[in-house]
T-cell receptor, first 114, second 112 residues
């Protein structure tokens, strides 16, 4: 158990809908990262927040947005969902911000768009 | 963006045998991470390598970083069924961007 929690574990929805994924980082971790894992694209970095502020952006679509709240939990919002958005979404956390700080991953949310 | 190539893509090894997985970067490596993933589950952190020539071991798994070749290798000695899964290498993208870039993974199957 990494200490990072994600809810829900599974999510099934229809095209065009909007969903929110939630992540609670390990106690004491200030950075939260979101990743998307799909069969064709592999594991891709989406966005990072550090202590409530956006820190870095990766391959995140404009239909997707995220935020980190004062209690440091984070939410990833996915809107106007398409079939291709079906994937595993992971959240990771680290103590500080920086590439040499180990990121610990949560169990993931499996999103299925029908 | 930094490209990471992992080889082999898949590996079937008889239990008790040794094996090596490689991860090669097309750009400078600032930090190299190895994770293990059970199918459909989260990533488990194994090791992080930062300096050229660095070598770390945990139980029967050893990882090395060759900075000149921009390559890392993960070696498992006397493989066990518990070693089965997907091994992913991830690299710091540098330049102040803090998300990791990952390889496609190596699928390891251990045959009894």
């Amino acid at each position: 158990d990494s200490g990072v929690t994600q809810t829900p574990k599974h999510l099934i929805t229809a095209t065009g809908q909007r969903v929110t994924l939630r992540c609670s980082p390990r106690s004491g971790d200030l950075s939260v990262y979101w990743y998307q894992q799909s069969l064709d694209q592999g594991l891709q970095f989406l966005i990072q927040y550090y202590n409530g502020e956006e820190r870095a952006k990766g391959n995140i679509l404009e239909r997707f947005s995220a935020q980190q709240f004062p209690d440091l939990h984070s939410e990833l919002n996915l809107s106007s969902l398409e079939l291709g958005d079906s994937a595993l979404y992971f959240c990771a956390s680290s103590v500080v911000s920086g590439g040499t700080d180990t990121q610990y991953f949560g169990p993931g949310t499996r999103l299925t768009v029908l | 963006s930094q490209e990471l190539e992992q080889s082999p893509q898949s590996l079937i090894v008889q239990e008790g045998k040794n094996l090596t997985i490689n991860c090669t970067s097309s750009k400078t490596l600032y930090g190299l991470y190895w994770y293990k993933q059970k199918y459909g589950e989260g990533l488990i952190f194994l090791m992080m390598l930062q300096k050229g020539g660095e070598e770390k071991s945990h139980e029967k798994i050893t990882a090395k970083l060759d900075e000149k070749k921009q390559q890392s290798s993960l070696h498992i000695t006397a493989s066990q069924p518990s070693h089965a899964g997907i091994y992913l290498c991830g690299a710091d993208r540098g330049g102040g961007a803090d998300g990791l870039t990952f390889g496609k993974g190596t699928h390891l199957i251990i045959q009894p």
